[in-house]
């Protein structure tokens, strides 16, 4: 490995995570926080570029980096054309699917685009991006909705969990491309993957009204309830969008997004937050003996992951639930920025080719 650096980029939906690597070593990992009101100021997801963009600048060059040496710019992939999970050059079509959010608004179309910005102040510098929310190897099957005017598609935390299975797989000494695993990322949303022998072949669309409620997110409603409030006419329908996006789980629940908070609450005794956590471990549970059939029950692991993976009293409820599918394996957090610059390096070794976004 000779001299290879790499900045990868995580635009979050309330931070900027950016981490600096020299030769697979993390030189400098840095969280910035964004406040409810420092984000209100603009409009669109795609007005904060700047902003975001500027702050990732300003903290290389505070900490005296030598921004020139990075050759390797890497961001998380935004809601863009359905792709196959890899490695992808940034283009000026997957630029302008990002910029203008054809697919959706998501705070990862930004990834693409401040990638692209650097890379492009850096004589030799490529952008990249990985494992998109966007990754979809469904099976045809798993695309039927029930309706023709409505096709599921595949959007979920396709980087942790494709990065927690090859880690698993590492950790066990197998080929991620042998197994069949459920990995349920459980973080402000909440996607649950069947991977069968390195592919996703079904998963809950973790930003679509599909699957468990989340700390934010409402997950699957009854379809008839939800048509009937949509017409009726108390409702805008943005506001019906918050109310499955952002708005929903523990939020509207219990009026908070931190699971610590609703875990103490449970803890000390609060009726009502005892029993939504308890229904939120109850729906990731049941996602998982979803997955187990869609896995025909070959299961080698389910892999529990993200933020609420912390807590031990929910990821020991989810196990009481499902240990009889197979082991659980908790691997709390995520490390996205690490999966992007393992990524990264796996095209600047020349491991892997980057493929292209399509035409
Ligand atoms: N130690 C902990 N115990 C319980 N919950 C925790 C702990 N640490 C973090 N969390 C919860 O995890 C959630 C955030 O998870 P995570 O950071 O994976 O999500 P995110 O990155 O904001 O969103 P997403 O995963 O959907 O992209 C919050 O509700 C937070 O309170
Ligand atoms: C599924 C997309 C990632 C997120 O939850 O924000």
Redesign the pocket.
Known sequence: MSDIRILAINP???STKFAVYFEGECKLKKTLRHSIEELSLYENIIDQFEFRKGLIIDSLVEEGFDVDKIKYVIGRGGLTYSLKSGVYLVNNRMLKHARAGIYGQHASNLGPLIADYIALQIPGAHAYVADPVVVDELDEIARFSGHPLLERRSIF?AL?QKATARLHAKKIGRKYEKLNLIVA??????SVGAHCKGKVIDVNN?LDGEGPF??ERSGTLPAGQLIDLCFSKKYQKDEIRRMVIGEGG?VAYLGT?????V?KRAADGEELAIKIQDALGYQVAKSIGEMAVVLNGYVDAILLT???A??KY?TRFITSKVEFISEVHVY???DELEALALNALRVATGEIEPLDYPN
């Open positions: 979050g939906s309330t935390h942790n990322h459980l973080g402000g949303g909440i973790a989340s700390p523990y997004n931190d699971a610590m908070e875990e993200g933020g609420l912390y807590s929910l709390p957090g995520e």
